[in-house]
């Protein structure tokens, strides 16, 4: 089954995520190489991923994309809490550990960030890292994100608290730096 | 499987949507140079193209025809929006990119307003378009479309705001023109 | 029960519309004066009013309320057809026959179009008046909206075909009308 | 009907949301000076604002009281969005408009901030605040809120941007400020 | 209504729990001299005791009685988390803090441990205390029960962690105590 | 289908409970090996088996896991009745009499607690044991839990009463041992 491409780049595609990239997904949701930088801590089995499936992937209230290099899948993106009136979205994404390094999740994030701005017309999309996520941190900053707080103490994550960096991204930031 | 035909033109022919073209229509209405052009800015799965097939395409409010060119798929059009004591309806369509300029969505259009006026004995015959879609509104000036209006600033696509082009066509016109 | 007032004006308030309002708005929703200048055509019992009622106006898709003037209900306006992406709405209302031309319909609209403008983000608020409906018409342009386009015969009124007039209101306009 | 009291005070009293609350609280939700502040801008009627009180009030998954002053209720307060295994709620609250000033939201705030610390377990408490709103944010320092970050445009109110503050509290912060 | 005397005693006595006892529970529940000392920290407002009456108290799982003195409703006492293959079941009770002092619980508590043992065939009556609440424990080792274990830092109390003392009753000790 | 692993250890993984589970689950809890030692008496029909998969392992109430030995299914291992507020949670686990004395358990046992006292943020867990289940007790002791109480004639097995014995673990006691 070729994608079914929704947004492209130059080395991930971005389409909608499907009932076959289950097996994928519950995978890498119980992986805590991924759980434990995106707070999740509980085990996930193949029904409790279905249901995620239908009842958000395939619901109307957040944008989900599959990213895929190659044809391959290597992590989700997308974009959630949208506040209409205030035309914000806060930015969420994982690789999967094997695919690291490669600039999948930052290419990724570009085009969803510009899809925010220039089609959704978003004024603002947020995202929000735990400090120990470096990787993560770098690619925000990179694309253009602004740091705007940290909450300390946000999240607790293998016997430690750890600060939550919160970022913000305006309209008017994307548009004079494209 | 033979085309079950329901309008016949010269170099297509439009039939019923089935569910084998849910393939076709899911990539096509995740292809930006698609959904940017029809005011649509959401991936779409297979499982919500599904819901679309069983609520729109099979439900009896609004017709809906594959456009079929040498027994490909090229696009879809039909109309929706009726008020039928008003005797209205509106005109939709898209071509998939890769079969644009060559004539099909004219021909399409033409067979299915007279389909319109002539079958479902409409009196106004409706369509919008984005002012940057040149095709599309020449495509309707050249059927007999007279422009009636521009809704200032009618869609965001791109990073910017579009005028929509707002086109009407009545019973007597096509008739004096047919 | 003192009215729960949501947006006021000098002489009307626009409140929720709430159960008790339900004998209110089917009687005048059957009146001729009152459906032949809004499109609707069909007899409507208490049953299907209650059923708009938890459907539409207990719902989150529309904004409504009650337009009224020293505790008295006098007609209701609203917002419907939100597309968020692209910052529009379509402004709706209507005023019982017998409280026309006491500027209730003028200073309710107002109220809401600058609430739309104000509190929720709008780029583009559009109303449509048919051709026969000059109060409205008037109204409509007093407040500030531009004329953007005559939809010919677009309703069947009377036994006659009306034009159906579409204006539009931008955000900058309403700032500096402000 | 003597008040159920759950934390009580100098000035005011806590106790659970009844039903009989419901019109104070709808007329309160429907006050632009009470939505405006929170970041709520759709009419409520009573069967929203009974459906709110079934589905929130009534569920498990948030804390809600009612603060009442000499016998009368004045606002609400509670703690929602809890995350137990990073022990963390967020804080939120409202006076109605003819109670501000009066201390009421303040002495309110330290108990149930006492309470998710002492009685809870919490480890963090976050608040949220716009920019304009002096009087909250005000509140939030007196009690020993730190001001974490600055979420830019956070939030459009009245025709224009806001920014919202954040604020947050450690546990060891409130045992060594009491 | 005379109350139907389910066991009775010298100074009180113990019958079923009704609905017009809702108002005097909600009120003792959400005092947190009676919450602190059972390991209840939510507030419960009328619709949430309702429910517990509807499921818990009318429901076959558990005996629930009210303590009764005088006419007046001081407490609640049953017995819960019954295992029938091993004859076994957990003590509850909470009295009223203006009714404390006064030995009502002492007498209701040798009243439904007898009635455990003789009535219901339990070979086992567990009960737990927090630790600070000696009068509980003074109360329970006077009627016999014998500390069995301490679970440390057990519960979480106005900041603080308390230890959990468990007590248990054998049929035999009752029977050579009777 | 490889496993999907949630936590891994030297010579077992810990796996979210899938459908295709039900089997062994069910052939496993009727073994009266099994049975008898976590207090359960009653017979297990797929059916029942299939409504405790649904209801408690996709639940959200409780932490469920396989445990696995070279893709082989040993056993399984969880926590249950979460105190959150008082952060405390209860181990339980078994593992398949043909698998006994092979390490597994306590392999287990050590991860799920660490994850408890590292991802959960729990502050003290506690286990029950039969006082015949010495192999149990043994692995609790070794892993670092301390007994805190035994509850005499806790449970009625093989026509004799046996002591249950309770243990506690706090997280001090965890990080000075890691």
């Given at each position: 089954m070729p994608d079914t491409v929704f947004l492209s780049g130059d080395h991930v595609d971005l389409r909608p995520i499907e009932e076959d990239d289950l097996e994928f997904l519950q995978r890498q949701i119980n992986d805590p190489r991924v759980w434990r930088a995106i707070g999740r801590q509980q085990p996930v089995n193949a029904a409790q991923e279905r249901e995620f499936f239908e009842n958000v992937?395939?619901?109307?209230e957040t944008v989900n994309l599959m990213v895929v290099a190659d044809g391959t899948p290597v992590g989700t993106i997308g974009l959630n809490s949208f506040d209409w009136p205030s035309r914000y979205a806060e930015l969420g994404y994982w690789i999967a550990p094997e695919h690291h390094r490669k600039g999948y999740g930052g290419e990724a994030a570009r085009r969803v960030v510009g899809y925010g701005f220039?089609?959704?017309?978003?004024h603002r999309i947020a995202a929000r890292v735990f400090a120990f996520n470096e990787a993560s941190r770098g690619l925000l900053e990179s694309i253009?994100?602004?740091?705007?707080?940290v909450h300390r103490d946000g999240e607790f994550v293998d016997g430690e608290w750890h600060d939550v960096h919160w970022y913000g991204y305006l309209e008017d930031e994307w548009r004079s730096r494209s």
């Open positions: 992937v395939c619901g109307d220039d089609q959704l017309g978003l253009g994100f602004t740091q705007e707080g």
